[in-house]
Protein backbone atom coordinates (compact mmCIF):
# COMPACT_ATOMS: atom_id res chain seq x y z
CA UNK A 1 0.00 0.00 0.00
CA UNK A 2 0.99 3.53 -0.56
CA UNK A 3 1.87 5.34 2.76
CA UNK A 4 -1.74 5.31 4.02
CA UNK A 5 -2.94 3.73 7.64
CA UNK A 6 -6.29 3.93 9.41
CA UNK A 7 -7.20 3.61 12.63
CA UNK A 8 -8.96 2.18 14.15
CA UNK A 9 -8.93 -1.00 11.96
CA UNK A 10 -11.74 -1.97 13.78
CA UNK A 11 -14.31 -0.63 15.91
CA UNK A 12 -17.50 -1.79 17.66
CA UNK A 13 -19.83 1.19 19.28
CA UNK A 14 -22.88 1.94 20.46
CA UNK A 15 -25.88 3.69 18.89
CA UNK A 16 -26.00 7.55 19.91
CA UNK A 17 -22.00 7.36 20.61
CA UNK A 18 -19.83 9.92 18.66
CA UNK A 19 -17.13 7.87 16.21
CA UNK A 20 -14.12 9.38 15.19
CA UNK A 21 -11.91 7.29 12.47
CA UNK A 22 -8.32 9.05 11.58
CA UNK A 23 -6.86 8.32 8.19
CA UNK A 24 -2.95 9.25 7.70
CA UNK A 25 -0.78 9.59 4.66
CA UNK A 26 3.24 10.06 4.42
CA UNK A 27 2.96 10.60 0.23
CA UNK A 28 2.03 14.12 0.75
CA UNK A 29 -1.09 14.57 -1.87
CA UNK A 30 -3.44 16.69 -2.21
CA UNK A 31 -6.45 15.13 -1.88
CA UNK A 32 -7.87 12.83 0.47
CA UNK A 33 -11.17 11.17 0.19
CA UNK A 34 -13.35 9.21 2.49
CA UNK A 35 -15.60 6.19 0.66
CA UNK A 36 -17.91 3.36 2.58
CA UNK A 37 -18.64 0.08 1.12
CA UNK A 38 -21.75 -1.89 1.77
CA UNK A 39 -22.95 -5.12 0.08
CA UNK A 40 -24.97 -4.25 -3.06
CA UNK A 41 -23.94 -1.10 -2.63
CA UNK A 42 -19.87 -0.94 -3.80
CA UNK A 43 -18.09 2.08 -3.02
CA UNK A 44 -19.56 5.22 -2.11
CA UNK A 45 -18.32 9.09 -1.52
CA UNK A 46 -18.68 10.14 1.94
CA UNK A 47 -16.92 13.61 2.00
CA UNK A 48 -13.44 14.76 0.04
CA UNK A 49 -10.47 17.64 0.67
CA UNK A 50 -8.82 19.28 -1.51
CA UNK A 51 -6.57 20.74 0.91
CA UNK A 52 -5.33 21.69 4.54
CA UNK A 53 -8.94 23.28 5.68
CA UNK A 54 -10.72 22.43 2.35
CA UNK A 55 -13.49 19.93 2.30
CA UNK A 56 -16.75 19.22 0.70
CA UNK A 57 -19.51 16.80 0.85
CA UNK A 58 -19.46 13.53 -1.02
CA UNK A 59 -22.62 11.54 -1.87
CA UNK A 60 -23.70 10.12 1.47
CA UNK A 61 -22.67 12.73 3.29
CA UNK A 62 -25.54 13.02 6.06
CA UNK A 63 -24.44 12.04 9.69
CA UNK A 64 -20.59 12.48 9.21
CA UNK A 65 -18.17 15.70 9.29
CA UNK A 66 -14.86 15.66 8.27
CA UNK A 67 -11.89 17.80 9.45
CA UNK A 68 -8.45 18.44 7.59
CA UNK A 69 -5.96 20.67 9.58
CA UNK A 70 -2.73 19.23 8.37
CA UNK A 71 -2.03 17.99 4.99
CA UNK A 72 -1.22 14.40 6.01
CA UNK A 73 -4.37 13.60 8.53
CA UNK A 74 -7.95 13.60 7.10
CA UNK A 75 -10.43 12.97 10.58
CA UNK A 76 -13.84 11.48 9.49
CA UNK A 77 -16.49 12.10 12.51
CA UNK A 78 -19.88 10.24 12.86
CA UNK A 79 -21.32 12.95 15.48
CA UNK A 80 -23.87 10.11 16.91
CA UNK A 81 -23.33 6.95 15.38
CA UNK A 82 -26.33 4.67 14.07
CA UNK A 83 -26.69 1.74 13.08
CA UNK A 84 -27.01 2.09 9.31
CA UNK A 85 -23.51 3.48 9.85
CA UNK A 86 -22.33 0.01 10.04
CA UNK A 87 -19.71 -0.15 7.25
CA UNK A 88 -16.07 -0.94 6.58
CA UNK A 89 -14.76 2.92 5.66
CA UNK A 90 -12.08 3.51 3.35
CA UNK A 91 -9.97 6.81 2.97
CA UNK A 92 -7.95 7.56 -0.31
CA UNK A 93 -6.14 9.97 -1.52
CA UNK A 94 -4.27 11.23 -4.96
CA UNK A 95 -2.69 14.09 -6.52
CA UNK A 96 -3.25 16.83 -8.68
CA UNK A 97 -3.99 15.06 -11.96
CA UNK A 98 -1.01 15.24 -14.47
CA UNK A 99 -1.60 13.58 -17.30
CA UNK A 100 0.03 10.64 -16.06
CA UNK A 101 -1.54 7.49 -15.19
CA UNK A 102 0.38 7.65 -11.63
CA UNK A 103 -0.68 11.05 -10.74
CA UNK A 104 -4.74 10.53 -11.96
CA UNK A 105 -5.24 7.41 -9.91
CA UNK A 106 -6.38 6.84 -6.15
CA UNK A 107 -4.43 4.88 -3.45
CA UNK A 108 -6.49 3.18 -0.74
CA UNK A 109 -5.85 2.42 2.88
CA UNK A 110 -6.43 -1.17 4.60
CA UNK A 111 -10.29 0.62 5.61
CA UNK A 112 -11.99 0.54 9.17
CA UNK A 113 -14.46 -2.43 9.95
CA UNK A 114 -16.97 -0.46 11.77
CA UNK A 115 -20.11 -1.99 13.52
CA UNK A 116 -22.80 0.29 15.40
CA UNK A 117 -25.06 -2.16 17.98
CA UNK B 1 -28.44 10.62 -12.65
CA UNK B 2 -24.82 8.68 -13.38
CA UNK B 3 -24.64 5.09 -13.29
CA UNK B 4 -22.25 2.45 -13.97
CA UNK B 5 -22.78 -1.13 -14.28
CA UNK B 6 -20.76 -4.50 -14.09
CA UNK B 7 -21.95 -7.74 -14.49
CA UNK B 8 -23.66 -8.89 -11.05
CA UNK B 9 -22.90 -12.28 -11.59
CA UNK B 10 -19.56 -13.88 -10.41
CA UNK B 11 -17.18 -15.53 -13.56
CA UNK B 12 -15.85 -18.63 -12.94
CA UNK B 13 -13.12 -19.56 -15.40
CA UNK B 14 -10.90 -22.48 -15.56
CA UNK B 15 -6.79 -21.20 -15.30
CA UNK B 16 -5.17 -20.73 -18.79
CA UNK B 17 -8.39 -19.14 -20.10
CA UNK B 18 -9.35 -15.59 -20.68
CA UNK B 19 -11.80 -13.70 -18.16
CA UNK B 20 -13.29 -10.60 -19.86
CA UNK B 21 -15.24 -8.43 -17.36
CA UNK B 22 -17.84 -5.58 -18.64
CA UNK B 23 -18.15 -1.99 -17.48
CA UNK B 24 -21.02 0.38 -18.78
CA UNK B 25 -22.14 3.12 -18.15
CA UNK B 26 -24.78 5.83 -18.86
CA UNK B 27 -25.32 9.87 -18.56
CA UNK B 28 -21.52 10.14 -18.42
CA UNK B 29 -18.67 11.79 -20.55
CA UNK B 30 -15.72 10.85 -18.77
CA UNK B 31 -12.33 12.22 -19.17
CA UNK B 32 -11.02 8.42 -18.23
CA UNK B 33 -11.76 5.03 -17.20
CA UNK B 34 -10.27 2.99 -14.42
CA UNK B 35 -9.73 -0.39 -13.48
CA UNK B 36 -9.35 -1.78 -9.17
CA UNK B 37 -8.69 -4.94 -8.04
CA UNK B 38 -10.17 -5.74 -4.38
CA UNK B 39 -9.24 -8.74 -2.58
CA UNK B 40 -11.28 -9.89 0.78
CA UNK B 41 -10.43 -7.32 3.53
CA UNK B 42 -8.37 -5.00 1.96
CA UNK B 43 -8.88 -1.73 -0.13
CA UNK B 44 -9.29 -1.73 -3.61
CA UNK B 45 -5.37 -1.10 -6.10
CA UNK B 46 -5.07 0.31 -9.08
CA UNK B 47 -4.86 -1.88 -11.96
CA UNK B 48 -5.42 0.25 -15.42
CA UNK B 49 -6.17 3.84 -16.41
CA UNK B 50 -7.23 4.47 -20.07
CA UNK B 51 -8.54 7.94 -21.17
CA UNK B 52 -11.24 8.77 -23.42
CA UNK B 53 -8.85 9.48 -26.74
CA UNK B 54 -7.48 6.06 -26.09
CA UNK B 55 -9.00 2.79 -27.75
CA UNK B 56 -7.28 0.00 -25.57
CA UNK B 57 -4.33 -0.02 -22.94
CA UNK B 58 -2.21 -3.22 -21.89
CA UNK B 59 0.10 -3.73 -18.99
CA UNK B 60 1.24 -7.43 -18.78
CA UNK B 61 -1.58 -10.16 -19.30
CA UNK B 62 -3.90 -7.10 -18.72
CA UNK B 63 -6.24 -5.25 -21.51
CA UNK B 64 -8.46 -3.12 -21.00
CA UNK B 65 -10.39 -1.43 -24.33
CA UNK B 66 -12.62 1.67 -24.10
CA UNK B 67 -15.65 2.59 -26.60
CA UNK B 68 -16.92 5.68 -25.71
CA UNK B 69 -19.91 5.42 -28.18
CA UNK B 70 -20.94 2.30 -26.59
CA UNK B 71 -20.00 3.47 -23.54
CA UNK B 72 -18.31 0.55 -22.42
CA UNK B 73 -15.21 -0.68 -21.08
CA UNK B 74 -14.15 -4.06 -21.26
CA UNK B 75 -11.13 -5.51 -18.91
CA UNK B 76 -9.57 -8.61 -19.82
CA UNK B 77 -7.23 -11.25 -17.75
CA UNK B 78 -5.12 -13.28 -20.22
CA UNK B 79 -3.64 -16.72 -19.65
CA UNK B 80 -5.21 -16.36 -16.01
CA UNK B 81 -3.82 -17.60 -12.90
CA UNK B 82 -5.86 -18.60 -9.28
CA UNK B 83 -4.20 -15.78 -7.91
CA UNK B 84 -6.04 -13.72 -10.33
CA UNK B 85 -9.30 -14.38 -8.32
CA UNK B 86 -10.78 -11.30 -6.59
CA UNK B 87 -13.29 -8.51 -6.91
CA UNK B 88 -12.55 -6.11 -9.93
CA UNK B 89 -14.24 -2.32 -9.69
CA UNK B 90 -14.86 -0.16 -12.86
CA UNK B 91 -14.36 3.31 -12.31
CA UNK B 92 -14.98 6.75 -13.07
CA UNK B 93 -14.42 10.18 -12.37
CA UNK B 94 -16.90 11.81 -10.70
CA UNK B 95 -17.98 15.36 -11.63
CA UNK B 96 -17.60 18.25 -8.77
CA UNK B 97 -16.10 16.23 -6.95
CA UNK B 98 -12.63 16.88 -6.29
CA UNK B 99 -11.03 13.63 -8.74
CA UNK B 100 -12.80 11.48 -6.61
CA UNK B 101 -14.15 8.63 -8.14
CA UNK B 102 -17.44 6.80 -8.76
CA UNK B 103 -17.20 3.21 -8.85
CA UNK B 104 -19.12 0.23 -10.05
CA UNK B 105 -20.26 -2.49 -7.49
CA UNK B 106 -18.15 -4.85 -8.64
CA UNK B 107 -17.19 -8.22 -10.56
CA UNK B 108 -16.36 -11.27 -8.44
CA UNK B 109 -13.53 -13.62 -10.19
CA UNK B 110 -12.58 -16.95 -9.50
CA UNK B 111 -10.06 -18.92 -11.21
CA UNK B 112 -10.24 -22.52 -10.87
CA UNK B 113 -7.02 -25.06 -11.35
Known amino acids: DAGITQSPRHKVTETGTPVTLRCHQTENHRYMYWYRQDPGHGLRLIHY???????DKGEVSDGYSVSRSKTEDFLLTLESATSSQTSVYFC????????????????FGPGTRLTVL | SQKIEQNSEALNIQEGKTATLTCNYT??????LQWYRQDPGRGPVFLLLIRENEKEKRKERLKVTFDTTLKQSLFHITASQPADSATYLCALDMSNSGYALNFGKGTSLLVTP
Open chain 2, 27 to 32: NYSPAY
Open chain 1, 92 to 107: AISDLPGGDASTDTQY
Open chain 1, 49 to 55: SYGVKDT
